[in-house]
């Protein structure tokens, strides 16, 4: 007899096969910016936030909500409303092909109608998203492009950049680095914040390198201990650097990004709530002071 089979009474059963394991889906984020929770429960702590156009991993679901992983690794939960799945895996994923341009603007307006005045935009756009190419015009100032969701809007062309798909993002100098960072100068903290919307410390130093075309961890401790990024000595610090902060030794809990001369720029709720310039020699600081790192 067949080892395949077993013996049911008088009857010969197939041997129960083991399900396959559920293949990988995919979708792509609709909203300028969605919540990541903790659990799928709008109720508990935000981690993160995913963005307009990035396309995330779909690990699992759970009534309204999702558990997704972000194209930095990072695992939260948000809700399927912010999201259109893919088929499968041969549907093309969004601004992976064709003609695409990368939002340069903090944020930028897209708007159902090439007129900033007619109705409010459809949805706005993070700094260094990437969107489709529909069409020219009407005129130099004006863009269409797809969204996500399949519809068309306009962006005006002083927001966007061509950007190629196919080729790995442009590695910014230093100089552009720290100048991105000081651009959100004012932005107002917001714990797991992800734009100018809001920011916290980690969210504003990995989108500073996204936009600059170096991906780092999302959190303050994973880019301390991440090994794209080489220790660097307080004597030696750079413009661009990473600095790092904890109350207790070995617990980094804070980053912030170095801009020279004794400065550097955080996102923090340390006296004024929002993303400001701190000294490096501050006694706040100093006491606190847990090391720096280079992104390689």
């Not at 617990?251 to 170095?258: I, K």
Request: charged letters at 20%; one cysteine or more.
């Amino acid at each position: 007899m067949s080892a395949a089979l077993l013996l049911a009474g008088s009857l010969l059963l197939p041997a129960p096969v083991p399900a396959p394991e559920a293949a990988s889906r995919e979708a792509v984020v609709l909203v300028a910016a969605e919540n990541m929770y903790a659990s799928p429960d709008e109720s508990v702590e935000v981690v993160s936030q995913a963005t307009l156009g990035q396309v995330v991993e779909v690990i699992e679901g759970s009534g309204d909500f999702a558990r997704v992983r972000t194209p930095d690794r990072y695992l939260g939960w948000v809700s399927r409303s912010a999201l259109l799945e893919y088929a499968d895996a041969a549907a093309p994923r969004y601004a992976r092909g064709g003609q695409v341009v990368e939002v340069t603007g903090l944020m930028a307006n897209l708007y159902r109608e090439p007129d900033v005045t007619t109705a409010r935009p459809t949805v706005q756009a993070p700094l260094a998203t990437r969107l489709e190419v529909a069409g020219e015009g009407p005129g130099v100032r004006w863009l269409s492009v797809r969204l996500p969701s399949g519809e068309t809007a306009y962006v005006q062309t002083g927001d966007v950049k061509a950007s190629d798909p196919a080729a790995p993002p442009p590695r910014g100098r230093r100089e552009q680095v720290v100048a991105t960072a000081r651009r959100f100068l004012g932005v107002p903290y917001l714990w797991g914040g992800m734009t100018a919307h809001g920011i916290d410390c980690s969210g504003l130093v990995s989108r500073v390198y996204h936009a600059n075309g170096v991906r780092l961890p999302r959190d303050a401790n994973l880019q301390f201990e991440t090994p794209d990024a080489a220790p660097v000595e307080r004597d030696a610090l750079l413009p661009g650097d990473l600095v790092f902060f904890g109350e207790d030794a070995g617990n980094v809990t804070h980053v912030g990004l170095f801009l020279g001369d004794g400065l550097f720029i955080n996102a923090t709720t340390y006296q004024v709530p929002v993303v400001h310039e701190d000294r490096l020699d501050d006694p706040h600081w100093s006491s606190i002071y847990q090391g720096a790192r280079r992104p390689r």
